[in-house]
């Protein structure tokens, strides 16, 4: 993004709206919505043998994440309760499932959204840039959204210029 906002011809630089739609500034509702999204993409990807992604969101884990095994720098209730047992591996695709999880579990459902996302944000401020990397080219409809322009002003900057 700052290589875009800083190329010498004016003309090809990016734009406001470029800027502001960036994942860099998506508020926390919009990153839980992305890592749902990409829960769903991975388990569509592991039905249909595809496995050339998630070996790929799999392969750089260490890189992705910052830690040797995610499991012990999160709490587990974040993301386990009765209703999902599920026994995580120490691999990207499950951190990526925990999160989404993490959103329905009882303990943090009731949570703000900033409050959980800060949570899995401080812990693992690679992922999202990492997983929006890997998964740009999946055309799979629930992830397809988040990698379209938006083209339209945020509305904070509409109420600003008085729109």
């Known amino acids: 993004m700052i290589t875009q906002m800083i190329r010498h011809t004016p003309s090809d630089r990016c734009g406001l709206n470029s800027i502001l ?5 998506w508020p926390a509702k919009k990153c839980l919505s992305f890592f749902t999204a990409v829960n ?3 388990k569509m990807l ?3 043998n595809d496995r050339s992604l998630l070996d790929d969101l ?3 884990h260490s890189i992705s994440i910052g830690y040797k095994d995610w499991r ?3 709490p587990a209730d974040i993301y386990r309760n009765r209703k999902y047992q599920k026994k995580f591996r120490n691999v990207t695709t499950d951190l990526l499932q925990a999160i989404s999880v993490s959103t329905k579990c009882n303990n943090f459902a009731t949570r703000p959204n900033d409050e959980l996302w800060d ?3 401080s812990k693992f401020p690679c992922l999202l840039p990492f997983t929006y990397g890997v998964l740009q080219g999946v055309t799979h409809s629930p992830l397809k959204k988040f990698y379209q322009h938006n083209t ?3 509305k904070f900057h509409n109420l600003l210029l008085g729109f």
Request: charge should be positive; include cysteine.
């Open 119 to 121: 949570i899995w944000s």
């Open 72 to 74: 012990r720098a999160v």
């Open 152 to 154: 339209d002003l945020p």
């Open 40 to 42: 769903r993409t991975c």
């Open 21 to 25: 739609s960036h994942y860099y500034f």
């Open 58 to 60: 799999n392969s750089f």
């Open 46 to 48: 592991k039905q249909n």
